[in-house]
């Protein structure tokens, strides 16, 4: 099946520890997205990734690094510098804006990140 | 910035009613605008996309209408089932800003 795999479902992280979000795609999108969800906030962009080797800041990329060394793969982690990393982190991925218009947007189902 | 606007936050419609679904957003050029589903814990799944030059896009029960120029879609829901339950958001794509701007999303609940 083609899509967008988030692991794992449930991530469970100690004060000052690193850890890292999973996101695997297998439909050949250029363009892959990390977005935070908290209640009552919306989705927030934290980075995005128009090609390989290439990333950008979203609006709340403190505390949090990723890589894009594979077109399939886009891995956030969430450093001991972010300080309130409890949220629900999804994935994404597009085509990309080289087609005028025709970006639809996919989704993983998502990781749930508490701090314990 | 693009700012995106869903109200009502939250509504219950009987079953068999349809559901509107209203978002609003303020910079009228955008590539495109897509309506999302998401269920409790869960990710998003896209359910159309309404490119720049559409008016709307039709998919089963839905329907989903663009007018750029007021900055408004609605998406209709036809003979709302209990199985529509979910929270909706609208999400669009600005020109020269490469990325998707969300609205908070309209949570419904379809009373069978």
């Known amino acids: 099946d083609g899509g967008i795999t988030q692991s794992p479902k449930y991530l469970f992280r100690k004060e000052g520890q690193n850890v890292t979000l999973s996101c695997e795609q297998n439909l050949n999108h250029d363009a892959m997205y990390w977005y935070r969800q908290d209640p009552g906030q919306g989705l927030r962009l934290i980075y995005y990734?128009?090609?390989?080797?290439?990333?950008q800041k979203g609006d709340i990329a403190e505390g949090y690094s990723v890589s894009r060394e594979k077109k399939e793969s886009f891995p956030l982690t969430v450093t001991s510098a972010q300080k309130n990393p409890t949220a629900f982190y999804l994935c994404?991925?597009?085509?990309?804006?080289?087609?005028?218009?025709?970006?639809?947007?996919?989704f993983g189902q998502g990781t749930r990140l508490t701090v314990v | 910035k693009q700012e995106v606007t869903q109200i009502p936050a939250a509504l219950s419609v009987p079953e068999g009613e349809n559901l509107v679904l209203n978002c609003s957003f303020t910079d009228s050029a955008i590539y495109n605008l897509q309506w999302f589903r998401q269920d409790p814990g869960k990710g998003l799944t896209s359910l159309l996309l309404i490119q720049s030059s559409q008016r709307e896009q039709t998919s089963g029960r839905l329907n989903a209408s663009l007018d750029k120029s007021s900055g408004r879609s609605t998406l209709y829901i036809a003979a709302s089932q209990p199985g529509d339950s979910a929270t909706y958001l609208c999400?669009?794509?600005?020109?020269?800003?490469?990325?998707?701007?969300f609205g908070k999303g309209n949570q419904v609940v379809v009373i069978p």
């Open positions: 990734s128009q090609i390989v080797n290439d990333f």
């Open positions: 999400a669009v794509l600005t020109y020269g800003n490469n990325r998707l701007a």
């Open positions: 994404a991925s597009s085509i990309g804006l080289g087609v005028s218009g025709n970006t639809e947007a996919f």
